[in-house]
């Protein structure tokens, strides 16, 4: 057991996945000398070489639809996009053709690939670098997207998707890539793709949450004078219904927080799900802390933007008093 921030942790999972399974190759851009631009490759070129680790032209189109590519091959790509914003380039080759290639070749194809994506706000970057675009794919039939929040699902869950046998995208909160450490194994293990966990117990109040808004909601939940229980989806696709459904029937109470703007979210999703089949064990509406709808602000008002503790302990003292 060691220590490990999540960078670290999904660093030392591409090694120890690479070494167990010599069909996995790393593609992006300054992926191989440079470890990236989060160093989240830092080390594996030298240890792989530069067939293995591949340092790519600026291309976001190019790095995926080669992706494509060696997955039908038989080989088992990672590719790395820079930051969240730049993935739109790419959506041709993963909504027209990856996603579609199982069912296109009615199963004699399946597309093994992973697509990690730093995203999100929290650290003052630019235009097209603060971006939570999770709701885009998961809208998706047959793509999984895998949003962890902390180091040990990191790890366990990137092993998952370099296992899986389709098309995984794998959003990386870059706020909380070296905010904090967690004890995580230093062998082999997994976390199954598509079971959410309970982080806190409690009795009075569901936080529903996904990656690093998962942090906020502990914090918030830590300093709450209720029994406040917290949710991590941990998977966007497929969706953990029961667990979610398990909580609510527990609390009769339900906030939902995502960093995502609000309209048309995976909140929406989640608390449809709820309404639909345990809206008689609500004591309250379900309600939702969310990004605003609107693009992402610059650095000077992204706080403003991003759900904080404050917001969602106002909204959990507001559910209360329902």
Same mark, same amino acid.
């Given at each position: 057991m060691t220590e490990l921030t999540f960078v670290e942790a999904v660093n030392f999972a591409l090694k120890q996945e690479m070494r167990r399974d010599k069909s996995i190759v790393i593609l992006g851009e300054d992926v191989g000398r440079d470890g990236g631009v989060f160093r989240a490759t830092d080390g594996i070129q030298r240890l792989y070489g530069e067939s293995r680790v591949i340092d790519t032209p600026l291309s976001e189109l190019g790095i995926v639809g080669a992706s494509l590519g060696l997955a039908l091959g038989g080989m088992k790509p990672v590719a790395e996009i820079q930051f969240d914003g730049f993935? &739109?380039? =790419?959506? +041709? %080759? @993963? /909504?027209?053709?990856?996603?579609?290639m199982r069912n296109r070749s009615r199963g004699r194809y399946s597309c093994p690939l992973v697509i990690r994506i730093p995203y999100g706000g929290g650290i003052k970057a630019i235009e097209h670098h603060s971006e939570t675009p999770e709701t885009y794919f998961s809208h998706v039939p047959g793509i999984k997207v895998v949003m962890p929040?902390?180091? &040990? +699902? =990191?790890?366990?869950?990137?092993?998952?998707?370099?296992? +899986? $046998? +389709? $098309?995984?995208?794998?959003?990386?909160?870059k706020k909380i890539y070296r905010s904090f450490r967690e004890d995580v194994p230093d062998g082999d &293990?997994?976390? $199954?793709?598509? %079971?959410?966990? @309970?982080?806190?117990?409690?009795?009075?109040?569901?936080? /529903?949450?996904?990656?690093s808004s998962v942090r906020t909601c502990l914090e918030a939940a830590n300093s709450s004078d209720k029994s406040v229980e917290v949710v991590d989806l941990r998977t966007i696709s497929p969706m953990d219904t029961d667990t979610i459904l398990n909580s @609510?029937?527990?609390?009769?109470?339900?906030? /939902?927080?995502?960093?995502a703007p609000r309209s048309f979210g995976a909140g929406?999703?989640?608390?449809?799900?709820?309404?639909?089949?345990? /809206?008689?064990?609500?004591? =309250? $509406?379900i309600m939702r802390v969310t990004g605003y709808d609107v693009t992402t602000p610059y650095p000077k008002l992204e706080d403003y933007n991003l759900p904080d503790a404050y917001r969602i302990s106002r909204a959990i003292s507001k559910i209360m008093e329902f």
């Open positions: 993935v &739109y380039g =790419a959506f +041709d %080759q @993963v /909504i027209s053709h990856i996603s579609r929040s902390g180091p &040990y +699902d =990191a790890k366990g869950l990137l092993l998952s998707a370099m296992r +899986d $046998p +389709d $098309p995984v995208i794998f959003f990386e909160p &293990y997994t976390v $199954p793709i598509g %079971q959410a966990a @309970v982080k806190k117990e409690g009795t009075d109040v569901t936080l /529903i949450s996904w990656g @609510v029937q527990k609390t009769g109470r339900v906030l /939902i927080v995502h960093e929406a999703e989640v608390s449809a799900r709820i309404a639909e089949r345990s /809206i008689l064990n609500l004591k =309250a $509406p």
